[in-house]
């Protein structure tokens, strides 16, 4: 029996591993949940200062340099905030005694560590992944004269410098339970996209590979370099530096809107685009044990109605499981499984090939449906996009 294609639904929620947690975020709110030394879950819903129609978040290019500077910031403020926990265990019992940087900044010392943290990090990607790849090529270059063959060459390091980073630190413990927490993200997501309640056992099927990742995203960013800086063809020193700087901020755009397409849409070319970040997930994310999608499962649950959003865009039906016999028969084996659609609706989502909402055809086909799901809920408006993505190793088991 061939493989049932599993289609799943943008829900627009997108998250980040933490320190012995996960942080997950619906548009402006946003949940971290860790796990405290003690065992418990630790829950704190938080708010960001996020307007969808600001025009910042609505210009192409633009929406994407914003939407990096503002995850690397709350990045590095949660990471901060989990690391916390850990902290508080350590020093307990033990006096507190002020350092000489919190006796100058007094209570600005968190925001001051904060900022330094994030210009180090941003320094210090620079110098690995753009400025030793351009020393090296032009070292290189005193031997070979064949500029594009230079420009190659450094953009292969890059790459190769970037991939070995990211794998040497998942040979880390503590980076490798990250990578765990991270999957656990991953695999919550998928669940919800894919229909299946959200639960430990079904998290645990899910996929932990997805395309709207951040490791994706960097990916891009590096490959995008290397592309456009094929193109800087100048033998003034301070200006080869300057424009590779310069383009960070367009690499960040454009990386931003390949990814925001790949995980919205599917087609062949946006396929062939993802399928390396796919590839490096393998690295970046790992599977995670129980405790840890529990740990997922809060974050998700705090901030997204996961229930109401399959009630709206699933209907669930329980069918006879089927085998393929030897000559190729499809013969029923008496036992029931649980079969996940999509709503119909998701055939009026899109207006020809263009991925907008027609929103007149919906509701028109709204009030004359007197459809029903297993859950009794109702068509309603819409206004996600559907997402024709497979998970085809995700089948939906007996018994769920």
Known sequence: MAKRRRRSVFSGIGGQAVLEGVMMRNRKEYAIAVRKPDG???????????????????????????????????????????????DDEEEEGKEQ????????????????????????????AILLFMVLPYAVSEILGRYIRNKSLILLIEGALRILIFILYVAGIA??????RLYQYHGAEHKCINCIETGRPLTVENVKKSSRFHKRCGTSFMLFVVV??????????????????????????????ISYELLQLAGKKENFLLAIISTPGLWLQGVTTKEP????IEVAIA??????????????HFVRKMVKKKRTEADGREVET??????????????????????????????SRLNNANGSSMNGGAYGNTDTYMNNSSNSSNRWGQGQ
């Open 224 to 253: 995008l370099g290397v592309i456009l800086c094929f193109f800087i063809r100048t033998d003034v020193l301070w200006m080869k530096i300057g424009l590779r700087l310069a383009l960070i901020p367009v690499i960040a755009g």
């Open 171 to 176: 040979l880390m413990k503590d980076i490798r």
């Open 40 to 86: 418990n879950i630790s829950v704190d819903i938080k708010e960001l200062d996020y307007d969808p129609k600001q025009l910042k978040r609505r210009i192409p290019l633009l929406r994407g340099i914003v939407s990096f500077v503002e995850s690397l910031t709350l990045g590095m403020d949660i990471l901060s905030y989990s690391a916390s926990f850990m």
């Open 97 to 124: 005694k002020k350092s000489l940087f919190e006796k100058i900044f007094k209570d600005k010392a968190e925001d001051v560590v904060m900022a330094l943290t994030v210009l180090f990090s941003i320094a210090f």
């Open 289 to 292: 044990d129980e405790s840890m």
């Open 299 to 312: 974050a998700t649950e705090a901030v997204f109605d996961w229930e109401a959003f399959q009630e709206k």
């Open 334 to 363: 008496g036992e029931d499984t649980m079969q996940i659609d999509v709503r119909e609706i998701e055939d009026m989502l899109r207006s020809g090939n263009t991925g907008v909402i027609n929103r007149d055809l919906i509701n």
